[in-house]
């Protein structure tokens, strides 16, 4: 397992973009959390390391974004708005998660147990960090995050040494 507070946003940019370093397709990487806990942030630092340029949309609205690279495919998947998990099996979606694609899912529990087995879960979550002095009277938080980066495939389990090895 992975586990790291995330004091602001450059450090959270910087765990996505260690692991779009490491990333070989086939790769699926599952992202859960509370609304604004840094899924999106991520994935977008993630595919900037990846080599996307331009604008990255949040695929929200439109359930997935596909990026095009030259090795391979990665699709950005959003289902938040999915009400119920046969929305998954009548979204077509599975055919995405070929053999040469990197597949990011935020949401995943929308889709039930439907979606193929996860190589990595990533859960993100809002965390205070107490300050240095520890005292109740002038105590003072910065509200950071904490990663979770579990490995659930021999593949997630390397990704997960790899990035244990760089800190």
């Avoid at 942030?41 to 340029?53: E, I, T």
């Avoid at 998947?77 to 599975?94: A, H, K, T």
Wanted: proline letters at 5%.
């Amino acid at each position: 397992m992975y586990i790291r507070y995330l004091p602001d946003d450059h450090a959270t940019h910087s765990v996505g973009e260690k692991l779009a370093q490491l990333a070989v397709a086939p790769l699926r990487i599952y992202l859960s959390g509370p609304l604004g806990a840094g899924k999106t942030a991520l994935v977008r630092a993630f595919l900037r390391a990846m080599g996307v340029q331009g604008a990255i949309k949040s695929p929200s609205y439109a359930l997935v974004e596909p990026y095009n690279l030259s090795n391979f495919s990665v699709y950005h998947f959003d289902f938040y708005r999915f009400f119920d998990q046969n929305e998954w099996e009548e979204s077509g979606f599975r055919d995405y998660f070929e053999e040469n694609a990197v597949c990011l899912v935020e949401w995943p529990e929308k889709a039930g147990g439907l979606l193929p087995t996860a190589d990595l879960e990533i859960e993100l979550a809002y965390q205070f960090e107490p300050s240095p002095r520890g005292d109740s009277v002038n105590r003072t938080e910065s509200a950071g995050r904490r990663i979770e980066i579990r490995a659930l495939s021999d593949k997630g389990q390397t990704l997960v040494d790899q990035l244990n090895e760089q800190q």
